[in-house]
């Protein structure tokens, strides 16, 4: 299996700070890489594909970078929309998911 | 717009079988994609269980794989996932996907996902 190491944990950031999570591979994935919010209660949801492309009506404020093993996600002004927890997740090989990222507000 | 429906008894008694079925509206399954199950446990992270694309093949995670089983009807349009002699331990939110294909075995990315369903395993 192809494990994947989310960082943080968890955060806590004030409304309008920038927010960033990393997620690193055990091997090379090139860009096969996705990230989600999962708000509690409900299923998560495709944020970004691809390491960088952002999913269809997903706000401009989050974005993704990296390759091979180091990934990273951003978002660029925190809103209080946005209290949820974050995953990536490898396509490489068979499925796998980082550990989740539980974002608060300060 | 693709939907996706979970059902199943939310109690399984230990060393029984899981038995959730996804129904898929909005999209036609042989018309292609990959359709997956995701599970969490309560509190904790999500978990890849399998996929399966249109055609029948198959795909599991290598701890769940001696038992589970991923079926598809086309027919009705759905699919369906089946754990064998669960424990404790298979207590989790069962969350059905349609999975994007890519150039990578079992699909690449969850784009469609069910509201999810509880399935608590005790006696």
């Known amino acids: 299996d192809i494990q994947m190491t989310q960082s943080p944990s968890s955060l806590s950031a004030s409304v309008g700070d920038r927010v960033t999570i990393t997620c690193q591979a055990s091997?090379?994935?090139?860009?096969?890489l996705n990230w989600y919010q999962q708000k509690p209660g409900k299923a998560p949801n495709l944020l970004i594909y691809d390491a960088s492309n952002l999913e269809t009506g997903v706000p401009s404020r989050f974005s993704g970078s990296g390759s091979g093993t180091d990934f990273t996600f951003t978002i660029s002004s925190l809103q209080p929309e946005d209290i949820a927890t974050y995953y990536c997740q490898q396509y490489d090989n068979l499925p796998t998911f980082g550990g989740g990222t539980k974002v608060e507000i300060k | 717009q693709v939907q996706l429906q979970e059902s199943g008894p939310g109690l399984v008694k230990p060393s029984e079988t899981l038995s959730l079925t996804c129904a898929v509206s909005?999209?036609?399954?042989?018309?292609?994609?990959?359709w997956g199950w995701i599970r969490q446990p309560p509190g904790k992270g999500l978990e890849w269980i399998g996929s399966?694309?249109?055609?029948?093949?198959?795909y599991y995670t290598p701890s769940l794989k001696s038992r589970v089983t991923i079926s598809v009807d086309t027919s009705k349009n759905q699919f369906s996932l089946q754990l064998s002699s669960v424990t404790a331990a298979d207590t989790a939110v069962y969350y059905c996907a349609r999975v994007y294909p890519g150039i990578t075995v079992a699909g690449a990315r969850f784009d469609y996902w069910g509201q999810g369903t509880l399935v608590t395993v005790s006696s």
């Open positions: 091997q090379d994935i090139s860009n096969y």
């Open positions: 399966i694309y249109h055609s029948g093949s198959s």
């Open positions: 909005g999209y036609s399954i042989s018309s292609g994609y990959y």
